[in-house]
């Protein structure tokens, strides 16, 4: 591999990840106050039906679609569609844009559960220190979102349950890792998006019509409206595709320090467009989980 492609690859990478911490900061908690369920659906059906437009060639690979590639789309769609981004769009909003950069960084635990699912699934070997750094990380993540303070369920419980499910959205973005890394060994990122996208939207068009969630139509607002566009096509589907580019070009390795730009970018959006500073000891231990991450991909 040449070192144009991996230098491609790991910009293509680096700028998915900015593009993801200005969405957790900045866009998607300002959807808050419309259904969950709602949000993962448009923010999936809208970018799916301006692919349609370009894209619509891609239905010609379904006739060389076997069982397990409808499988692994599908799992994909069910963790890194509508579970993960269900768990991670309700936590920002239960900070209430308090703590949008802790329940990012969370997320940055999604390797520990990738690695595990990857030696479980695709039976890779796990290295010798897993154990040790993914306590590590793991404990880290304890003082990253409560400091040196006991959590308390009368007054923290917004955060307690935006750090559960902060994690979950890790474990379930980890699962939906694993499982594209198996779709990109025999399609292009053209191809796995757009059909990540439409297996996404289908599922979570079962969702509003079942629990009736399209009502929302009628408090969703003009600048709702925009912001479904504005994520759709640039911090959605675009970044996407420019992380499935990238990650076909670059190794594992690689790829986790050029997504560190995601963190790191979400701690500088929080600052300058809410105003918000970790505190020293979430610092710390942001830095000492971030690490711990890296030496997990080493």
Request: hydrophobic share 60%; charged share 10%.
């Amino acid at each position: 591999m040449s070192n144009k492609t991996i230098i491609r690859g790991t910009a293509a990478i680096g700028f998915a990840a900015i593009l993801w911490g200005f969405d957790g900061v900045v866009l998607t908690p300002r959807l808050h106050g419309l259904d969950v369920g709602y949000v993962v659906f448009m923010l999936h059906a809208i970018p799916f039906l301006l692919m349609n437009v370009f894209l619509f060639g891609e239905y010609k690979k379904l006739k060389n679609f076997v069982r397990q590639d409808y499988i692994i789309f599908m799992l994909i769609a069910v963790f890194g569609g509508a579970i993960g981004t269900m768990a991670i769009v309700k936590a920002l909003f239960l900070v209430n844009f308090k703590d949008l950069s802790v329940v990012v960084l969370l997320q940055k635990l999604q390797p520990i559960f990738a690695i595990t699912l990857a030696a479980i699934l695709l039976k890779e070997k796990i290295k010798k220190n897993f154990a040790l750094w993914a306590s590590i990380a793991v404990f880290a993540s304890y003082f990253l979102t409560f400091g040196w303070n006991l959590p308390h369920m009368s007054s923290d419980k917004n955060t307690i349950y935006a750090a559960l499910l902060a994690i979950l959205a890790a474990f379930s973005f980890g699962s939906s890792t694993v499982f594209s890394k198996k779709v990109l060994l025999h399609f292009n990122f053209i191809t796995a998006t757009f059909f990540r996208y439409g297996f996404t939207a289908v599922i979570m068009l079962f969702y509003v019509l079942i629990f009736g969630k399209y009502t929302e139509i009628m408090h969703t607002n003009r600048l709702h409206w925009m912001l479904f566009l504005l994520i759709g096509l640039t911090t959605g589907s675009g970044a996407i595709f420019i992380y499935y580019y990238g990650l076909r070009r670059v190794k594992a390795i690689v790829a986790t320090i050029s997504e560190l730009l995601f963190p790191v970018s979400a701690i500088f959006f929080d600052y300058v467009v809410n105003g918000s500073v970790l505190s020293p000891v979430q610092f710390v231990a942001a830095a000492v989980m971030v690490f711990a991450i890296i030496k997990l991909s080493t």
